[in-house]
């Protein structure tokens, strides 16, 4: 058991590491603005949990050209969280429009494609169910074109397809989509670039800190290897978790295929820094 | 054991489909307290051109310094009115407009209040995770001992600054240069 807890401690840097030992060099200067001393400000407010190292893209990613002219180059500036931090806005489900979480159903018609059924729980980093939180989820249609006026990919649109749906996630953290599996699509990286059958999904959690925008992809796409966006992330298990799952257990007879996807949002930290 | 957060990904260029449904340029319905204020900016590349392909989202406290969320335990009033939440594109240009109140002071650290601000997520084509800032008002006196503020080296403060223009408040996201805003790390 000893050995196990410190296999975590070295892979992940657990909570009772100072945070600062696992960051680069290059981040230091940011630390030191804390008036000088080696750990951040005292603070009241527990945060959030430490990002693993390689588990999250970095800003400047030049495989993905447009990250080159549109990413920082100064260090972030790290800040301790305060109350504006911890707080997030909220949303009911009064709010969301007809429909929201079939996409298939916004129309007069059906949509042209495979319909399929994406659907899974929102949880935090220590495994707790994000409840009530707003899952917003767009994508193209079966045919790889998004509708959206500065998309000029020379396939057709879909007048029974809008590619927009929300959910907001139930006492467990689930949400379940219907939609139709997204075409892949051209677009102008590098020579032949293809993206992947993929999925936008935006989510909120409870706080400003929880924000979460990623990517939903479908499993044996045989265009991952390739794709800089999904690349992004040098950890393998990270990239791997933004692959979604075949599920019998969702997929209805005679109507739908099931893809589940597990989101884990930024989780607290349970030991607050004494104050 | 935890468990690791998702992986961010870009919203792309298309996020509008998506996103638009909670589009709004106006955070105050008419019977919120507080002094109105608009906000004007552009989102600058690397290049100095605007992006067209960029959407900003604010978040802040009420006039009381109120924040409606079950963590805020302060006894000032909360109207439930009020959100306190915005989510606004960019145009052609670049550019963006917003009207809001200016939000109250609210709890800072080891008992210190924090000047009125606004937090800031900004998403675009490019950016494989968001991007979160504040905003500050300007000539509030409150700003000299923000203990966030005074955690930035002084020279690039005036990044998070507001400042007074004609009719309304203009602050910039510069994403490089010598101007560059300061980002601040919020893990994801």
């Not at chain 1, 200067?29 to 750990?39: D, I, N, P, V």
């Not at chain 1, 000029?152 to 139709?180: K, M």
């Not at chain 2, 709890?107 to 490019?126: C, N, T, V, W, Y």
């Amino acid at each position: 058991m000893q050995h196990f807890l410190l296999f975590c401690v070295c892979v992940y840097g657990c909570p009772c590491l100072p945070y600062y030992q696992a960051i680069p060099l290059t981040r230091q200067y940011a630390l030191h603005t804390f008036g000088g001393s080696e750990r951040p400000v005292m603070n009241p407010i527990a945060g959030y949990l430490p990002v693993r190292p390689g588990t999250q893209p970095n800003l400047l990613h030049a495989p993905y050209v447009s990250s080159v002219k549109r990413s920082p180059t100064q260090a972030l500036v790290q800040v301790p969280y305060t109350l504006s931090e911890v707080t997030g806005p909220s949303f009911g489900s009064q709010l969301l429009p007809p429909a929201a979480y079939d996409l298939t159903r916004q129309h007069k018609g059906e949509p042209l494609g495979e319909r399929i059924i994406v659907s899974g729980r929102v949880i935090d980093e220590n495994g707790r169910a994000v409840s009530n939180t707003l899952v917003e989820i767009w994508q193209a249609n079966a045919a790889g074109r998004y509708l959206h006026e500065i998309d000029q990919h020379d396939a057709p649109l879909d007048p029974n397809f809008t590619g927009c749906g929300q959910a907001i996630t139930d006492s467990e953290g689930r949400y379940r989509f219907v939609t139709i599996r997204p075409g892949e699509y051209p677009w102008r990286n590098h020579h032949n670039a293809w993206r992947p059958a993929h999925i936008h999904f935006s989510l909120f959690g409870p706080a400003f800190a929880t924000r979460l925008v990623t990517q939903m992809y479908f499993p044996g796409d045989p265009l991952l290897p390739f794709d800089p966006i999904f690349n992004c992330t040098a950890d393998e298990e990270a990239r791997r978790h933004l692959i979604s799952v075949f599920d019998w257990e969702t997929t209805l007879p005679a109507q739908a295929l099931g893809y589940r996807f597990d989101i884990v949002l930024r989780g607290r930290d349970a030991t607050p820094m004494e104050g | 054991m935890t468990l690791p957060a998702t992986t961010s990904q870009t919203v792309g260029p298309f996020f509008r489909i998506g996103l638009q449904w909670l589009y709004c340029d106006n955070l105050v319905p008419e019977s919120i307290a507080g002094e109105r204020v608009v906000v004007r900016g552009q989102v600058l590349d690397g290049d100095g051109i605007g992006v067209p392909d960029a959407v900003i989202e604010v978040w802040q406290a009420n006039s009381f310094g109120k924040y409606a969320h079950p963590a805020d335990k302060q006894e000032k009033p909360l109207e439930p009115a009020f959100r306190g939440y915005g989510r606004i594109p960019t145009d052609d240009q670049g550019t963006f407009r917003f009207t809001t109140i200016k939000p109250g002071p609210v709890p800072g650290l080891d008992g210190k209040e924090q000047a009125p601000h606004l937090l800031i997520s900004i998403f675009m084509r490019g950016l494989l995770k968001r991007l979160t800032t504040r905003m500050y008002f300007p000539n509030d006196a409150r700003n000299a001992a923000d203990p966030i503020l005074n955690l930035v080296a002084p020279q690039r403060r005036p990044t998070l600054m507001a400042k007074h223009a004609a009719d309304s408040l203009e602050w910039n996201v510069v994403l490089q240069g010598t101007d560059e805003t300061v980002f601040f790390d919020m893990g994801l």
